[in-house]
């Protein structure tokens, strides 16, 4: 009996002997597999050891920003914060009382203190986030709440994407989600690969704390910021064209409007704007996401009878002395009609037929004197056939009607065929620069803000000479008639003392609901092209209303010319172009002095020396060298404008700048780099920043302007009837 349980413990003891040398053979196996392989579960272990004991800190990039030509930011990138509640009952900065908490904070966030109250009453939470309204928070605004001194209410910093001049050629910039982490619309989008940052990192080795470990090398990854964009847009013709085209939309109520502001010599876009238009702050209220200026074809009216009379010019079958019977005019089976219902005026020259925007006499002239041949090969050289190619996204081609033998001409006087407002900035370029045909650009450079290298810049580009300057200078003499002559459908665009060339259009608008087109008062399309000064083209101004809210005593050209005239008239004062100086030719001079450089001479006898030709002389800053100027040498000034002196130092006090032009503002605020802002127009009533007040680099200054007198409008009759380019089938 004792020999067998003797041998059934030597049984069990070999049993869990084996067992033990199993498992540890299965252990040392797998320790000299993990030796081997260095990895367990298909993570090596190098990695998790790196993981474990290595901290990893993000360095944010930067997103480019967006400048207009004088850099004055238009999207950038700025600071903002989110508002964050401490609720952890072991916390000792926590909120207290949630009812105080939320009646003081309320007001600020514009949300009601209930339920602001319910989110800070949550139990169990550490922290809660307040939503809306509590997110996104400008600077100002943080500090106004933590002027509060509330317990238990922290902010958390995090990028955003800011648009600091609001409805400002809103569809050209479009916008970014507010985090940046999708860019929606315009340049943000199209230039959105060189915009974007790449955040960089630092990393080390480090303890449980996270405290960095003892001489260890630190791995550094800089940040990338994003390209910076330079655009050729002119923040003051800009800011004019958005409040006049504003006020004009409260007005009129039109279904949408479309206005391009370009250089002629240049095919550079000053200013560019559509209604309805929106604040890219606040993209969720968008309701229309098109450039119509860009990205819309319509029939253009009367505006192409420019196009058609070059064309007859250029090809030595226009006489404007002529005389046609005007009223009406049969093609095949179908008859063209004049505005006035067909009545015409009688037998009148080609010259007056173009003044009163005849549809008969650009049917005679496509059909009889170019033929539609010849006709279809200028639209071609015009460029209306393919797009311009303009830096801007999501630009629409034209539909050229050609199938038909009256399609020569409908298109000759703007029916039928469809084109888009930049197509025809395009195409008056050449009118307006000899004969020169311009492609038009809004993207002037985009630059490396790392190394100030260029990544890319744009040249003026001619597209075509699709006629000589001979030509272009008849048909700028024929447009000015229209704006001029008693028979004129311009006189409405008529501007006191400067010479305006231009055409009226009145475009028919398909019928969204079934053949043929809208009728009634106002359902049309009111257009105007004008370019100034007539013998030395520097702007060119479009203007586009479609069916305005006009009263049945108004006519279509109302919300048209209140556009047309108001940032026409302001952006030749700007640019210092003088109404009623004309040269002995009849063109426009420059009277008054080339300024050389002042830089580095004494202020005192640079100040008598420019005193002495008549200029009113600025000085900033207290030194007595100076060390910069606006305007810069080889500028032509005339006698009583400004000029600014900036001496060497850096301290500046805030000049007294009541009375100044916003022209000699845009100089200071280059100077000194100031963000200026500007309300209204005219000249400087109030200024931000009081005089003598010390300066600081990028400080915002927000002036507003007014006219120095009110001045009175005269209405002017003889516009295109609103059955204007209409053709009647018999």
């Keep these: 009996m004792a020999t067998f349980k003797f041998n059934k413990m030597n049984v069990r003891a070999v049993v869990l002997l084996g067992v033990f040398i199993l498992l540890f053979s299965l252990l040392f196996t797998r320790i000299g597999y993990i030796q081997v392989n260095k990895s367990v579960n298909g993570q090596e272990l ?28 238009l999207a950038e990138e700025i600071p903002s914060y989110t508002l964050v509640a401490i609720l952890d009952k072991d916390s000792r ?27 800070l009453s949550v139990d169990g939470r550490f922290q809660v986030e307040l939503g809306i309204g509590t997110k996104n928070l400008s600077l100002e605004k943080k500090r106004e709440i933590e002027d509060l001194e509330l317990k238990g209410i922290t902010f958390r910093k995090e990028p955003r994407r800011y648009y600091p001049k609001q409805t400002f050629a809103s569809h050209v910039i479009g916008y970014t989600e507010r985090d940046m982490s999708k860019a929606r619309m315009g340049l943000e989008s199209s230039l959105n690969e060189l915009l974007e940052k790449e955040d960089g990192f630092v990393q080390y080795l480090s ?32 800011m004019a064209l958005e409040q006049v085209m504003s006020q004009v939309d409260e007005r009129y109520k039109p279904e949408r409007m479309m206005a391009i502001v370009a250089d002629p010599k240049t095919g550079e876009i000053l200013a560019m704007s559509n209604r309805p238009s929106f604040n890219p702050n606040f993209y969720e209220e968008i309701t229309n996401y098109t450039n119509f200026a860009v990205s819309s074809r319509f029939e253009p009216g009367s505006t192409m009878k420019i196009f058609s009379l070059a064309a007859a010019i250029e090809e030595g079958v226009y006489n404007g002395e002529e005389l046609f019977q005007s009223g009406s005019y049969q093609i095949g089976g179908r008859r063209v009609r004049d505005h006035n219902q067909g009545l015409g005026w009688g037998k009148i020259p080609f010259d007056e037929g173009f003044q009163r925007s005849s549809n008969v006499a650009f049917s005679i002239l496509a059909m009889e004197r170019l033929g539609p041949e010849r006709l279809y090969d200028y639209l071609d050289r015009f460029g209306f056939r393919n797009p311009t190619g303009i830096d801007l996204p999501n630009e629409a081609s034209s539909l050229i009607a050609d199938s ?3 399609d020569a001409a409908t298109t000759a006087f703007g029916q039928g065929s469809a084109i888009t407002p930049i197509q025809q900035i395009q195409a008056a370029t050449a009118i307006a620069n000899g004969g020169k045909m311009m492609k038009p650009y809004i993207i002037n450079s985009i630059v490396n803000p790392h190394t100030g290298e260029l990544v890319k810049t744009t040249e ?21 008639t229209v704006v001029t002559s008693p028979a004129g459908t311009g006189k409405p665009y008529y501007i006191e003392g400067f010479e305006i060339a231009g055409k009226t259009g ?10 043929g087109y809208l009728s009634g008062h106002g359902q049309y399309i009111y257009s105007f092209i004008g370019v100034a000064p007539k013998s030395n083209p520097q702007l060119i101004v479009y203007v586009a209303v479609d069916r305005p809210k006009i009263e049945l005593y108004e006519q279509g050209s109302a919300p048209v010319s209140q556009i047309f005239t108001s940032v026409m008239k302001h952006s030749l004062q700007y640019l210092n172009i003088s109404p009623n100086a004309h040269s002995s030719n009849g063109g426009y001079i420059d009277e008054g002095s080339l300024i050389v ?48 002196l900036q001496t060497e130092g850096t301290s500046f006090t805030m000049p007294d700048i009541v009375g100044w032009s916003l022209r000699d503002v845009m100089k200071l605020a280059h100077l000194l780099d100031l963000n200026a802002n500007f309300i209204g127009t005219g000249f400087v009533v109030k200024q931000s920043i009081p005089a003598n007040r010390k300066l600081n680099e990028g400080d ?31």
């Design 207 to 238: 303890d449980r704390k996270r405290i960095k470990l003892p001489n260890i090398e630190e791995t550094i990854e800089m940040p990338k910021n994003g390209f910076d964009v330079y655009l050729t847009l002119d923040a003051n013709i800009q």
């Design 700 to 730: 915002y200054l927000v002036i507003e302007l007014a006219a120095p007198d009110t001045i009175s409008e005269e209405d002017f009759l003889g516009e295109e009837d609103e059955d204007d380019d209409k053709v009647t089938t018999e």
């Design 460 to 480: 003026p580009t001619i597209v075509g000479e699709p006629i000589s300057i001979k030509t272009a200078e008849k048909v700028l003499e024929l447009m000015e």
């Design 404 to 406: 038909y033998l009256i």
């Design 93 to 119: 900065n926590r909120v207290e009382d949630p009812k105080v908490t939320a009646e003081k904070l309320a007001p600020i966030v514009e949300r009601s203190a209930e339920d602001l109250e319910r989110l």
């Design 506 to 515: 009145t475009a028919e608008i398909s019928n969204p609901e079934g053949p």
């Design 46 to 73: 190098q990695t998790i050891a790196e993981n474990r004991w290595t901290t990893k800190q993000i360095v944010e990039g930067k997103r480019g920003t967006i400048y207009d030509r004088f850099g004055d930011a």
């Design 597 to 644: 450089d002042f830089t580095g001479k004494d202020v005192v006898s640079s100040r008598s020396e420019l005193a002495a030709i008549g200029l009113d002389v600025h000085i900033v800053g207290s030194g007595t060298k100076i060390v910069s100027q606006v305007p810069t040498s080889g500028t032509m000034l005339l006698p009583g404008e400004k000029i600014i």
